[in-house]
């Protein structure tokens, strides 16, 4: 059974810095791409970024590029969610998922839980 | 970017009854590979959103039989046979097809 766990989300101010980690467990992680998506409180779902399973392509929204850094450790099955100069506007519940390949993304097939992040002074 | 439009916005039905749900994209979502990456989440009250319909009308393992998904090109559309109280949340189309990744507003399912 795919499994996904969230962790790292926290109260931080504007401009701070946070990092998210999802552990992932039941396939072979190496073999798959990865993504995050975000919803802020009472809103729809927002694609922030995807990887791929050697971590060597990466993707943003617009909307994160250059702020925020998604990486992998393949060794330790855990994803990870870089976010820098963080803004109001980032505050949401942050979901890891699992994409369908290696290579294969805009498929989202199993989801964690997710973690909140809010962006406040 | 892909815009996907969602309608209705907000679904009333009776239990047992069907109900339908309209995703439309301001392009065509035909990959270059010839399969249309259009996909339906489900999102029950305080959970995680779940995978239940890919590729326009397959269905993930354990997705009752009362889900259907159809359509092509820039229309599609997730049917309820019959609604049953555990269906009510709110509905989301994603596109794969093209960068960025985009999702409709949603669709919120409630029993009437």
């Known amino acids: 059974e795919v499994q996904l766990l969230e962790s790292g989300g926290a109260l931080v101010q504007p401009g701070g810095s946070l990092r998210l980690s999802c552990v992932a467990s039941?396939?072979?992680?190496?073999?798959?791409?990865m993504g995050w998506v975000r919803q802020a409180p009472g809103k729809g779902l927002e694609w922030v970024s995807d990887?791929?399973?050697?971590?060597?392509?990466?993707f943003y929204a617009d909307s994160v590029r250059g702020r925020f850094t998604i990486s992998r450790d393949n060794s330790k099955n855990t994803l990870y969610l870089q976010m820098n100069s963080l803004r109001v506007e980032d505050t949401a519940v942050y979901y890891c998922?699992?994409?369908?390949?290696?290579?294969?993304?805009?498929?989202?097939?199993?989801w964690g839980q997710g973690t909140l992040v809010t962006v406040s002074s | 970017d892909v815009v996907l439009t969602q309608s209705p916005l907000s679904l009333p039905v009776t239990l047992g009854q069907p109900a339908s749900i309209s995703c439309r994209s301001s392009?065509?979502?035909?990959?270059?590979?010839?399969?249309?990456?259009l996909t339906w989440f489900q999102q029950r009250p305080g959970q995680s959103p779940r995978r239940l319909i890919y590729?326009?009308?397959n269905r993930d393992s354990g997705v009752p039989d009362r889900f259907s998904g159809s359509g092509s090109g820039t229309d599609f559309t997730l049917k309820i046979s019959r609604v049953e109280a555990e269906d009510v949340g709110v509905y989301y189309c994603?596109?794969?097809?093209?960068?960025?990744?985009?999702f409709g507003q949603g669709t919120r399912l409630e029993i009437k």
């Open positions: 998922a699992k994409e369908a390949g290696s290579e294969a993304y805009g498929h989202l097939d199993s």
């Open positions: 590729k326009v009308s």
């Open positions: 392009q065509s979502l035909v990959y270059s590979d010839g399969i249309t990456y």
């Open positions: 990887i791929s399973g050697n971590g060597g392509n990466t």
């Open positions: 039941g396939f072979t992680f190496n073999n798959y791409a």
């Open positions: 994603m596109q794969g097809t093209r960068w960025p990744l985009t």
